[in-house]
């Protein structure tokens, strides 16, 4: 049976959503610009790892019309020819595993810390949905074109659909809420994203009316509670995946640990959600994934990130405090308690068969996507996708391994490997213009110089505009999380740290960062709060801050002023 959804009003919600839902794959987004001709000059770098030097790329409408060599490419009259031969072009990165109802913050997940008493769940989820459209925006800005998102409520389907019609989003395919023998009722807040399904009859029937949505995923959450077995939910899963393949579905499973995901796959599991960890991967694994032609999604990121959190060991990219939802990083950073027993409980990291188990898989030939699980707790949309890369290759892959995983590798595992994951004629333009070459340092993923959806050239600025207010908060959210490389992030080469009496204290980021290295060994406990923030002028904010952890009670620093130019912070002066 179905825990806390009863199946008619399931069956009720689903048709009203349908509506609106249609299509999973609509034309040009109302509103859009109108496609027209464009020629990106650059070195472009194919799935296989092969550069093509000094190339163009003709787009013609949404669509790669032609690709080659500079000097061989016929370049139509009129046609703006952006990009130079430093630059390079890969396909759109793709993330293959999100979760668009979470939002990466500390209160993303009631079932896995409860925290309601501080942010009711409620709340978090309004929170969520009134923010989806700058969640969409992040993404694009991060360079992702297109993402799965890997399971939710029944507003996933809203999501793909305002996604279709707004310009700044990526491509968004969708599963609905997930099917499994465990219910998830901390997450209920009236759209549930989990139903506990214990009947194989009632489990075909809410795939078929997940068919009338044309989800682009069925997911099944496989987990084994207490006192069963992997083959007592069998029965279930079998029906499901049946179900969805009669009706031209594909079906994806949460399955981390081995047995699990040996019977996924053994019941036709098109993809595997998540990395199997608790054991290492063997040949007869590896054979029955290659005879059913399953896709292995890699989601080491999201391991690494829950330990960051629940461990107190932060440590921000410059692409995370830039371009993340300042909301969830502060919350990360918050310094509210966590339950003891959970921090003593909570994960080391990238659990060491995951790393060794993609490897391998990788190395046999089975088709790895990768995926970084956004939305989880610490795991913030967009950027994360970029560590889980980097994690891939301290796993063992190659820089170009890894860039196929967010490529190729994705877009199969959202089933558009034959429009996505490849700068190729006839395949969309959906495409990634860097400063550097990835293939020689993969941090250079980040180094965006432009991103192209559908055809339409976009600098970074342009889809997400930085105010002066979003450096601050990445300061302080670094400081919070006592994360000096981030921190510096921040400030630009020729900052400089002043009194408000006119005393210079420190310039320049070397002396800045000694300066605040003292502080923080001093006070480690040391934690900022914005009492009040105010706007003076252009690139200017004020903050009445608040220090606490420097003594039994809160030190009232008054108002710090920041002088921001260009994203960083130029001056700081202090009361």
Same mark, same amino acid.
């Not at 608790?278 to 690494?304: C, N």
């Given at each position: 049976?179905?825990?806390?959804?009863?199946?008619?009003?399931?069956?009720?919600?689903?048709?009203?959503?349908?509506?609106?839902?249609?299509?999973?794959?609509?034309?040009?987004?109302?509103?859009?610009?109108?496609?027209?001709?464009?020629?990106?000059?650059?070195?472009?770098?194919?799935?296989? #790892?092969?550069?093509?030097?000094?190339?163009?790329?003709?787009?013609?409408?949404?669509?790669?019309?032609?690709?080659?060599?500079?000097?061989? *490419?016929?370049?139509?009259?009129?046609?703006?020819?952006?990009?130079?031969?430093?630059?390079?072009?890969?396909?759109?990165?793709?993330?293959?595993?999100?979760?668009?109802?979470?939002?990466?913050?500390?209160?993303?997940?009631?079932?896995?810390?409860?925290?309601?008493?501080? &942010?009711?769940?409620?709340?978090?989820?309004?929170?969520?949905?009134?923010?989806?459209?700058?969640?969409?925006?992040?993404?694009?800005?991060?360079?992702?074109?297109?993402?799965?998102?890997?399971?939710?409520?029944?507003?996933?389907?809203?999501?793909?659909?305002?996604?279709?019609?707004?310009?700044?989003?990526?491509?968004?395919?969708?599963?609905?809420?997930?099917?499994?023998?465990?219910?998830?009722?901390?997450?209920?807040?009236?759209?549930?994203?989990?139903?506990?399904?214990?009947?194989?009859?009632?489990?075909?029937?809410?795939?078929?009316?997940?068919?009338?949505?044309?989800?682009?995923?069925?997911?099944?959450?496989?987990?084994?509670?207490?006192?069963?077995?992997?083959?007592?939910?069998?029965?279930?899963?079998?029906?499901? !995946?049946?179900?969805?393949?009669?009706?031209?579905?594909?079906?994806?499973?949460?399955?981390?640990?081995?047995?699990?995901?040996?019977?996924?796959?053994?019941?036709?599991?098109?993809?595997?959600?998540?990395?199997?960890?608790?054991?290492?991967?063997? #040949?007869?694994?590896?054979?029955?994934?290659?005879?059913?032609?399953?896709?292995?999604?890699?989601?080491?990121?999201?391991?690494?990130?829950?330990?960051?959190?629940?461990?107190?060991?932060?440590?921000?990219?410059?692409?995370?405090?830039?371009?993340?939802?300042?909301?969830?990083?502060?919350?990360?950073?918050?310094?509210?308690?966590?339950?003891?027993?959970?921090?003593?409980?909570?994960?080391?990291?990238?659990?060491?068969?995951?790393?060794?188990?993609?490897?391998?898989?990788?190395?046999?030939?089975?088709? &790895?996507?990768?995926?970084?699980?956004?939305?989880? !707790?610490?795991?913030?949309?967009?950027?994360?996708?970029?560590?889980?890369?980097?994690?891939?290759?301290?796993?063992?892959?190659?820089?170009?391994?890894?860039?196929?995983?967010?490529?190729?590798?994705?877009?199969?595992?959202?089933?558009?490997?034959?429009?996505?994951?490849?700068?190729?004629?006839?395949?969309?333009?959906?495409?990634?213009?860097?400063?550097?070459?990835?293939?020689?340092?993969?941090?250079?993923?980040?180094?965006?110089?432009? *991103?192209?959806?559908?055809?339409?050239?976009?600098?970074?600025?342009?889809?997400?505009?930085?105010?002066?207010?979003?450096?601050?908060?990445?300061?302080?959210?670094?400081?919070?999380?006592?994360?000096?490389?981030?921190?510096?992030?921040?400030?630009?080469?020729?900052?400089? *740290?002043?009194?408000?009496?006119?005393?210079?204290?420190?310039?320049?980021?070397?002396?800045?960062?000694?300066?605040?290295?003292?502080?923080?060994?001093?006070?480690?406990?040391?934690?900022?709060?914005?009492?009040?923030?105010?706007?003076?002028?252009?690139?200017?904010?004020?903050?009445?801050?608040?220090?606490?952890?420097?003594?039994?009670?809160?030190?009232?620093?008054?108002?710090?002023?920041?002088?921001?130019?260009?994203?960083?912070?130029?001056?700081?002066?202090?009361?």
């Amino acid at each position: 049976m179905i825990a806390r959804a009863p199946l008619a009003l399931l069956l009720a919600a689903l048709a009203l959503a349908a509506g609106a839902c249609r299509s999973g794959r609509p034309g040009r987004v109302p509103g859009a610009p109108e496609p027209q001709r464009l020629a990106i000059r650059g070195n472009v770098i194919q799935p296989d #790892g092969t550069v093509l030097p000094d190339a163009l790329v003709l787009v013609d409408g949404n669509r790669i019309a032609a690709v080659g060599p500079a000097r061989g *490419v016929a370049v139509p009259p009129g046609t703006p020819v952006l990009g130079d031969a430093a630059k390079w072009i890969l396909p759109g990165l793709v993330d293959a595993h999100v979760h668009l109802f979470q939002s990466g913050g500390l209160y993303a997940r009631p079932d896995l810390v409860d925290l309601t008493a501080r &942010v009711p769940y409620p709340r978090e989820r309004a929170a969520v949905r009134a923010g989806i459209e700058d969640t969409l925006r992040r993404t694009l800005r991060s360079g992702i074109t297109s993402v799965l998102d890997a399971g939710g409520p029944m507003w996933n389907f809203e999501v793909r659909a305002l996604a279709a019609r707004t310009p700044l989003a990526p491509r968004v395919a969708v599963a609905g809420p997930l099917l499994s023998p465990v219910a998830r009722p901390q997450l209920d807040a009236g759209d549930p994203p989990v139903l506990r399904v214990t009947d194989p009859g009632v489990a075909r029937a809410l795939v078929r009316t997940q068919a009338s949505l044309r989800p682009d995923l069925v997911k099944l959450l496989w987990l084994v509670p207490p006192g069963s077995t992997v083959e007592s939910w069998r029965p279930v899963a079998r029906a499901a !995946i049946q179900e969805a393949h009669r009706l031209g579905l594909r079906v994806g499973v949460h399955a981390a640990e081995l047995a699990t995901a040996r019977a996924a796959v053994a019941e036709g599991a098109d993809l595997l959600c998540h990395d199997v960890d608790d054991a290492e991967v063997d #040949g007869a694994f590896i054979e029955a994934l290659r005879a059913r032609g399953t896709v292995y999604v890699s989601t080491l990121v999201a391991q690494e990130a829950t330990a960051q959190v629940f461990r107190r060991q932060l440590r921000f990219s410059a692409l995370a405090l830039e371009v993340a939802d300042p909301a969830a990083v502060a919350s990360v950073s918050d310094p509210f308690p966590l339950p003891e027993p959970f921090r003593a409980e909570a994960p080391t990291g990238v659990r060491p068969a995951a790393a060794r188990n993609v490897v391998r898989l990788a190395r046999a030939g089975i088709p &790895v996507a990768a995926g970084s699980e956004a939305g989880d !707790i610490g795991v913030f949309h967009g950027t994360a996708l970029h560590r889980q890369l980097q994690l891939l290759v301290e796993a063992g892959l190659s820089r170009g391994e890894a860039l196929a995983a967010a490529t190729a590798g994705a877009a199969r595992a959202l089933g558009r490997a034959d429009e996505l994951g490849a700068v190729q004629v006839g395949k969309l333009a959906d495409l990634l213009v860097l400063e550097a070459s990835p293939l020689e340092a993969l941090r250079n993923t980040t180094r965006i110089h432009a *991103v192209v959806k559908d055809g339409t050239w976009r600098r970074p600025a342009e889809i997400l505009p930085r105010t002066a207010a979003d450096v601050v908060q990445a300061q302080h959210s670094a400081w919070n999380a006592g994360d000096l490389d981030g921190l510096l992030s921040t400030f630009a080469d020729d900052a400089q *740290v002043r009194s408000v009496s006119g005393g210079l204290l420190a310039t320049g980021k070397e002396a800045i960062g000694e300066r605040f290295a003292r502080v923080l060994a001093d006070r480690p406990r040391g934690r900022v709060r914005v009492l009040e923030r105010r706007g003076e002028g252009p690139g200017v904010v004020l903050d009445h801050e608040e220090m606490s952890g420097w003594g039994p009670e809160p030190l009232d620093l008054g108002w710090v002023r920041y002088e921001v130019e260009e994203g960083r912070i130029r001056r700081l002066l202090l009361p």
